[in-house]
């Protein structure tokens, strides 16, 4: 099997749809969007990627947004085997890479369990795309040698980082969902040492219309002088003194 083959019947694709522009989708994530008879697709997809989806296509959200009502994700794998169990071909379409704070594994696990067939297309994760589009390089030789993608929801009092280990180890940090935590975040790397001048680039809405890049130091974040919008990836260290700007 190829993975741009046509789905079969009662079969389920867990697609990544990458940062937001259509152009970035997958060549078999293009595909397959655009022949299947349901799509199941997060709040994070973008309007250019639903709409490569042929004409009466069964379009379902099943969006997971931080503080807003959304579907447990109990519910999203249950939708996902009856409509398979129906008959019908699905993409799962998922934000990013399915399985970088996608939860893809619970839903190819609940998948495996139910015996429905399934196949996973990558897509371009945003802790790699929106610097990209900022002009920040993830990895530069004169910076660092290692690197670590985080989820903001950590910066909380139930978090299971090592903040002190964690700044030792990785000179960059790309945090996913920083942006409602993003005080409490700077806040917690300070406390570890870091200097107050570390800098740090807010990228939101990376690859759409909306996309802004706000650049400030961990010390202006940690006493709330600037603020991020949902949804920001949000990269700390000195590579993003490493900027080019490339795009008007």
């Known amino acids: ?20 522009d259509a152009s970035l989708l997958t060549l078999a994530a293009a595909k397959l969007i655009g022949d299947c008879d349901a799509i199941v697709y997060d709040a994070l ?52 890479d399915p399985f970088v704070f996608g939860r893809g594994g619970e839903e ?19 802790g790699v795309a929106a610097p990209a589009m900022a002009g920040i390089p993830v990895t530069d030789r004169s910076v660092n040698a290692t690197l670590a993608f985080l989820t903001g929801h950590e910066a909380s009092e139930k978090s299971r980082m090592d903040w002190q280990a ?15 935590n ?33 650049i400030a130091t961990l010390s202006e974040a940690a006493s709330g002088q600037v603020s991020a919008q949902s949804p920001s990836i949000v990269v700390i260290g000195d590579v993003v003194n490493r900027r080019i700007s490339w795009r008007d």
């Open 108 to 126: 190819i696990h609940a998948l495996a369990a139910a015996g429905i067939r399934f196949r996973i297309i990558p897509g371009i994760t945003s």
């Open 1 to 20: 099997m190829k993975l741009d083959d046509p789905l079969l019947v009662a079969e389920v694709a867990l697609v990544g749809a990458g940062p937001g």
């Open 166 to 180: 964690l700044v030792e180890a990785f000179p960059v940090l790309v945090f996913y969902m920083g942006a409602r």
């Open 45 to 96: 997809v973008s309007d250019d990627v639903l709409n490569m989806a042929a004409v009466g296509t069964e379009l379902m959200l099943a969006g997971k947004r931080g503080g807003r009502p959304s579907a447990s994700q109990h519910d999203i794998c249950e939708r996902l085997i009856e409509l398979a169990s129906e008959g019908k071909r699905v993409v799962r379409l998922k934000g990013g």
């Open 182 to 214: 993003l005080t409490n975040i700077a806040r917690c790397l300070l406390e570890t040492g870091l200097a107050d001048q570390t800098p740090l680039a807010i990228i939101h809405a990376a690859t759409t219309v909306d996309e802004n890049t706000i």
